[in-house]
Structure formats: structure tokens, C-alpha cells
């Protein structure tokens, strides 16, 4: 039993050096610190991450999605200072630790060279958004409205509002179009009219019609201009600009709305047609 108690346990201190009050006590006082220093980490953090992210609430000019991660990083900091502080107070070497995660970090990012490369293409999207939290977009062929973009991905609700995941590697690498960049858009249409219509009634019927809906803008100026001489019709070019958040509501009314006046003011509007001319087996012979 002496034996037992003359053993070397921990830092060069035995057994029996371990079952005195003084050890136990100072063993008690680190651990009431650890916890301490953890709550106030804990604290810290959050109070820190819920300021930074409502800096970028208050201020319109600044992008929410930036700041959320810019919230997250503080987080993540402070903990990590946190977890430093709360080893020291057990004596353990820090310098030490850091090291071995530094090696472990480098093995860990060779077996998931994906995952980092999400994070990557995350960090590069959230720095230079080409696209931000409410925005209408295509990405790679799919279109949706972006809901959020963290580390590792991108999340989009689609026009059917079905919740697509796209991993930011695929997103950061591929097309993007924004179509929420710009207020205005400009809609385009074909009309085609029959040949033996009256060109000049048919442009005016067409480009009134479009011109009385409040949502046409004037500046920049509507075009309509002749674009094509096809096989049974004669093919009318129009584009008007419109806000972008009424594009396509603007577009589909339109194409009814500009049909119903040229019926109702006597255009022809074709449409191909095909002449089957049946021939007589006898007569063939």
C-alpha cells in the first residue's frame, strides 16, 4: 500500500501527494475557474455575435448576409480563445496543443478537400456577393430565390417554392445570373400579322395596347420595328422596359392583352396551314 501511494501519478506528483486537501483544493479551484471562464466565453460570444449582426440590421446600405457571417466568425474566435484559456488553467501547454492541431488540420483538410472547397467558394460568395439574401437567380439552370448562403452551401427556395441545396463549389464555379441586380428589365416580344394586313394599323394597335398598362415605362423609349418576313406572317420586334420584380406577370399579360386588341380590331393573325390534295390512283396511272 505504501508503495502504491509513493507512485508517480500526474506531473511528478504521487498518489499520496494527490490525496491532500491542499491538491484537492486547488484541483476544485480550477475546475470552479473552467467553468467560470466557459460561461463568460459562452456570454461574450453570443453578446458579441447578436451586436455584430444587428450592425448590418441597422444600417440599409449594408448586406445581412455578410454580417452574419462576419457574427459567426467572432463567435467561433472567442470560443476558441475561450477553450485556450480554460486548458491553462489547468496547467496544460498550449503551444503544444496548437501544434498538434495544426498537423491535424492539415491531414483533416487533405480527406475532405470537398467540404473545404465548399467553404471556400462560401467565403468568396459572401465577400463579394454577387448574390444576397432575396434575390431571384439562375444557378447553373436553376432558377430560385436565394434564402441564405453559409459556409458550406446555398439554399434557395424555387419558383414552385421547393427548397434547393446547392453546394457553394458549384455555385461560386458556375454561371450565376441575378436578376434582382437591376430595378428595371426590358420585355421582349414577337407578334406576327397576316401579309395583307395594314402594317402601320397593326404597329399602332400593338404598341398602344402595351403603352396603356401603368407598368410600361416610357423612358427608356419602347421599340417596335418590322423584324421578319416569315413563311405566313409578317413578325413584329417589341420591347418596353418594365420594373424587374414585374417582369414576368408583365410579360404573360401582355402577350393576351396585344391578342384580344388585334382580333378586336380586325388583324389577321396566321397561323401555318397545310393543303392535302388527294390524288386519284387511276388518273395516276
Keep these: 500500500m505504501e508503495n502504491m501511494l509513493q507512485t508517480e501519478i500526474w506531473q511528478g506528483k504521487t498518489l499520496a501527494d494527490l490525496l491532500t486537501l491542499d491538491f484537492l483544493a486547488g484541483i476544485a479551484g480550477s475546475?470552479?475557474?473552467?467553468?467560470?471562464?466557459?460561461?463568460?466565453?459562452?456570454?461574450?460570444?453570443?453578446?458579441l455575435q447578436q451586436r455584430v449582426r444587428a450592425l448590418g440590421r441597422a444600417h440599409a446600405h449594408l448586406d445581412d448576409m455578410l454580417f452574419d457571417f462576419l457574427s459567426s466568425i467572432v463567435?467561433?474566435?472567442?470560443?476558441?480563445f475561450t477553450a485556450l484559456f480554460?486548458?491553462?488553467?489547468?496547467?496544460v501547454q498550449t503551444?503544444?496543443?496548437?501544434?498538434?492541431?495544426?498537423?491535424?488540420?492539415?491531414?483533416?483538410?487533405?480527406?475532405?478537400?470537398?467540404?473545404?472547397?465548399?467553404i471556400a467558394a462560401g467565403v468568396m460568395l459572401i465577400l463579394f456577393r454577387p448574390i444576397r439574401t432575396g434575390d431571384f437567380v439562375d444557378v447553373g439552370g436553376t432558377m430560385g430565390t436565394v434564402v441564405t448562403v453559409n459556409l458550406n452551401f446555398t439554399e434557395l427556395a424555387d419558383i414552385s417554392n421547393v427548397q434547393?441545396?446547392?453546394?457553394?463549389?458549384?455555385?461560386?464555379g458556375n454561371v450565376i445570373t441575378n436578376y434582382s441586380t437591376?430595378?428595371?428589365?426590358?420585355?421582349?416580344?414577337t407578334f406576327g400579322v397576316g401579309y395583307g394586313v395594314h402594317l402601320a394599323d397593326a404597329e399602332r394597335i400593338i404598341i398602344d395596347t402595351i403603352m396603356r398598362d401603368p407598368r410600361s415605362k416610357a423612358e427608356p423609349a419602347p421599340f417596335i420595328q418590322v423584324n421578319n418576313l416569315g413563311a405566313s406572317s409578317v413578325d413584329f420586334l417589341v420591347r418596353v422596359w418594365v420594373d424587374a420584380s414585374e417582369y414576368f406577370a408583365y410579360q404573360a399579360d401582355m402577350k393576351r392583352a396585344v391578342k384580344e386588341a388585334?382580333?378586336?380590331?380586325?388583324i389577321d393573325i396566321p397561323?401555318?396551314?397545310?393543303?392535302?390534295?388527294?390524288?386519284?390512283?387511276?388518273a395516276s396511272d
Excluded: K, M
Aim: charged content about 10%.
Design 31 to 47: 475546475v470552479l475557474a473552467a467553468i467560470g471562464i466557459l460561461l463568460l466565453g459562452w456570454f461574450i460570444s453570443a453578446w
Design 75 to 80: 463567435r467561433y474566435v472567442v470560443l476558441g
Design 86 to 91: 480554460v486548458l491553462n488553467t489547468f496547467g
Design 95 to 118: 503551444t503544444s496543443i496548437i501544434a498538434v492541431i495544426g498537423a491535424a488540420g492539415l491531414a483533416v483538410g487533405l480527406a475532405l478537400q470537398g467540404t473545404l472547397s465548399n
Design 164 to 172: 434547393v441545396i446547392i453546394p457553394n463549389s458549384q455555385v461560386w
Design 182 to 189: 437591376n430595378d428595371t428589365r426590358r420585355a421582349e416580344w
Design 262 to 266: 388585334l382580333d378586336a380590331g380586325g
Design 271 to 282: 397561323f401555318p396551314t397545310r393543303t392535302i390534295v388527294s390524288v386519284d390512283a387511276d
